[in-house]
């Protein structure tokens, strides 16, 4: 257990619907990253904060998802109208400026019927 | 841009034997290069890390990783598997960039038969 929490860890949803995830990352890490992982492929990388800042967000799929960090600690990943290529692991993991190494979270798994 | 190619995808091994694992990468500049393991219904985990220094890293559980900068390579070895290293290993790249975003490779499954 790294001390990130993920919650849903499994969400089943209807194509078209939004869904919200939640991580809680390690109290002291003031960074926050969130990847997705498909079947039979390594995490890639989606958006990530430090502190509440959101610094890089380029890489989020497409204006459908968004993340915050309102307050530099939790923070949510929604995507709206979700599609059936949604599916996916949503993967969460924190760590500080000036060391190189994230924690990840057990993930989210996201089924879109 | 970087990326990570991982060249095997499933390995299957007895117990005992040698394993080594490929990594390769796509960067111009300075690398921070990382395994990450998955065992079976856990969340990943660092195995371990090059930064710089010494090409040759020791990780946790008998693991190592030698870093060849001429051959844009990360390769993971260990001499000697048990049924217990059965898991999904990840390389992957930070280029050095501000933010410490990773890349990952596709992954190799690896299955250890007892």
């Known amino acids: 257990d790294t001390g990130v929490s993920q919650n849903p860890r499994h969400k089943i949803t209807k194509r078209g619907q939004n869904v919200t995830f939640r991580c809680d990352p390690i109290?002291?890490?003031?960074?926050l990253y969130w990847y997705r992982q498909t079947l039979g492929q390594g995490p890639e990388f989606l958006t990530y904060f430090q502190n509440e800042a959101q610094l890089e967000k380029s890489r989020l799929l497409s204006d459908r998802f968004s993340a915050e960090r309102p307050k530099g600690s939790f923070s949510t990943l929604e995507i709206q109208r979700t599609e059936q290529g949604d599916s996916a692991m949503y993967l969460c993991?924190?760590?500080?400026?000036?060391?190189?190494?994230?924690?990840f979270g057990p993930g989210t798994r996201l089924t879109v019927l | 841009a970087q990326s990570v190619s991982q060249h095997n995808h499933h390995v299957i091994l007895s117990e005992a034997a040698s394993l080594e694992l490929g990594c390769n990468y796509s960067?111009?500049?300075?690398?921070?290069l990382f395994w990450y393991v998955q065992y079976p219904g856990q969340h990943l985990q660092l195995l371990l890390k090059?930064?710089?220094?010494?090409?040759l890293v020791k990780g946790i559980k008998g693991f190592e990783a030698e870093f060849i900068k001429s051959k844009f390579s990360f390769n993971l070895r260990k001499p000697s598997v048990q049924w217990s290293d059965t898991a999904e290993y990840f390389c992957a790249v930070n280029g050095n960039n501000a933010g410490n975003m990773l890349t990952f490779g596709g992954g190799t499954r690896l299955m250890v038969k007892p």
């Open positions: 109290s002291e890490h003031n960074r």
């Open positions: 993991a924190c760590g500080t400026s000036g060391l190189w190494e994230q924690f």
């Open positions: 090059y930064f710089s220094g010494d090409p």
């Open positions: 960067y111009g500049g300075t690398v921070n």
